[in-house]
């Protein structure tokens, strides 16, 4: 597909980057020389330099003949303004990133009058995933697929699981209604098969419906209660909107923010979350407050060495789940190498959310990757297909499918009854079929073949 992307700053980058590698035809513009040229070297992409919410530039860019554009700049109404353009000399989708809140409140009442796709909140996203991490005390990643009726979920196994130092054929709690289908040891990924043996410290991923996954993770001994007494460090726009769904949940939540006009702001919209005005990185201000005794921390702080430097100081007085947030990418190869619970990448969650929304649209056009993950640090694909009428699988056992090495199909969806398939299951037409591979760009079902 061709899509221009207005704003090359670290959305735009983010987006371009998570785009190109499945492929697409990628157009960046703005009217940063440097940030620019930068971008489309680095990824070997069209470059344009201009204001992109003028007609002139985005003609230049060629949005006429464009599939999607995508407003990635720094302030919501250029990037509502740009989709109003865009839409007007032609753009068939447009996307916009739109941050405020009272805009994200209100923009469903008016996105089709605009012509909009879609709309994006960075912040918002990252709230949700990280309302999501909380559910399960233990969980280190969660991802969704069949609109949430399976998740695959990746806990680290403790040294008194039931399950540590067994093959995977012996442990009777997985058959049929719980599949280990990844497992992440120091810097190996396997794709295990029955005997595969589990052992303490291993981080494996989770095939199972929401309530399937609970039992299990409480028979094998990993925490999985809901953080209810949370604490937000820094007051910005992610804490607004976790603290919101938080609160929903029955959660107690405690903002502390360093600003006192941003803390009065923080007060009126969240009357039943308690605002503290001072320094989060004053660790005796944490201890009064109580950190010891949170289940749950979110360092959200505007910088990611603040967030790094207060997270490793909360593991060692607290045994509360903690989240980091990290906006700098390059940071990762050090964090790797040290015990973080949870690191999220607003910006990166914001690239990986319009790529799923991009391949929907593709899938109603005839390709069939409906939902796509990147995992244990882009190791493992976990893709979901849709399975048509007339593709040579369909109606095929699992048995007799040449699968190709490193790859499992480790669910089906059958018009919402979920199958965790033996060899002796039949893959039917209009399945979706989740598969867990290593091999890399897999466009259709078939694929999965040798």
């Known amino acids: 597909m061709k899509i221009v992307i207005i704003g090359c700053g670290k959305v735009g980058t983010s987006i ?46 060629g949005v006429d003949t464009a599939d999607i554009v995508i407003a990635a700049a720094a302030k919501d109404e250029i990037n509502i303004y740009t989709c109003l353009m ?9 996307i916009a990133r739109v941050r405020n809140p009272e805009y994200t409140n209100d923009l469903f009442r008016v996105k089709d009058q605009l012509g909009l796709s879609m709309a994006i909140n960075p912040e918002l996203t990252a709230a949700n995933e990280i309302s999501r991490l909380l559910r399960f005390s233990s969980a280190l990643e969660i991802d969704a697929f069949s609109k949430g009726a399976v998740e695959l979920i990746k806990v680290s196994i403790p040294e008194n699981s039931v399950i540590s130092d067994k093959k995977l054929m ?63 460090l820094g007051g910005g726009k992610v804490s607004y909107y976790l603290a919101k769904t938080l609160l929903r949940s029955g959660a107690s939540v405690k903002i502390i923010e360093r600003n006192s006009e941003r803390c009065q702001q923080l007060a ?26 949170a289940n749950g921390v979110a360092a959200l702080m505007d910088y990611d060495e603040e967030n790094i430097l207060i997270s490793l100081y909360i593991k060692t007085v607290s045994k509360a789940k903690v989240i980091t947030k990290i906006n700098n990418t390059s940071f990762d190869a050090i964090l790797n190498n040290m015990s973080f619970d949870c690191i999220i990448h607003p910006k990166n969650l914001t690239g990986e959310y319009i790529a799923r929304y ?33 593709s ?18 480790i669910c ?6 979920i199958i965790l398939p033996q060899g002796s299951d039949y893959i039917l037409s209009d399945d979706m079929v989740i598969v867990l591979t ?8 078939e694929d999965i073949l040798k």
């Open 16 to 61: 371009a980057t998570e785009l190109n590698a499945e492929g697409h035809n990628i157009v960046v513009v703005d009217t940063n020389h440097n940030a620019v040229r930068n971008l489309s070297d680095s990824l070997d992409v069209m470059g344009v330099e201009g204001n992109g919410a003028t007609y002139e530039i985005l003609m230049e860019a």
């Open 86 to 94: 865009a839409k007007a000399a032609g753009a068939e989708h447009t």
């Open 170 to 232: 012996d442990i009777d709690i997985l058959k049929g209604k719980v599949r280990i289908c990844s497992v992440e040891r120091k810097d190996d990924v396997y794709i295990p098969n029955g005997d595969f043996v589990i052992r303490t410290g291993d981080k494996v991923s989770v095939v199972a419906k929401p309530e399937i996954a609970t039992k299990f993770f409480k028979r094998i001994n990993v925490a999985i209660g809901r953080s209810k007494d949370v604490m937000l």
């Open 268 to 293: 009126e919209a969240l009357p039943d979350a308690v605002i503290i005005q001072g320094d989060c990185m004053d660790q005796q201000l944490l201890l009064s407050e109580g950190i010891e005794h």
């Open 358 to 390: 991009i391949r929907a649209i593709q899938d109603s056009q005839g390709s069939n990757v409906e939902t796509l993950y990147r995992l244990n640090d882009d190791k493992v694909e976990a893709l979901e297909f849709r399975v048509r009428n007339g």
């Open 392 to 409: 040579k699988i369909a109606g095929s056992q699992i048995k007799d499918l040449r699968l190709k090495d490193n790859l499992q199909i």
């Open 412 to 417: 089906i969806n059958r018009r919402g009854k």
């Open 438 to 445: 290593k091999h890399k760009g897999l466009a259709k079902l």
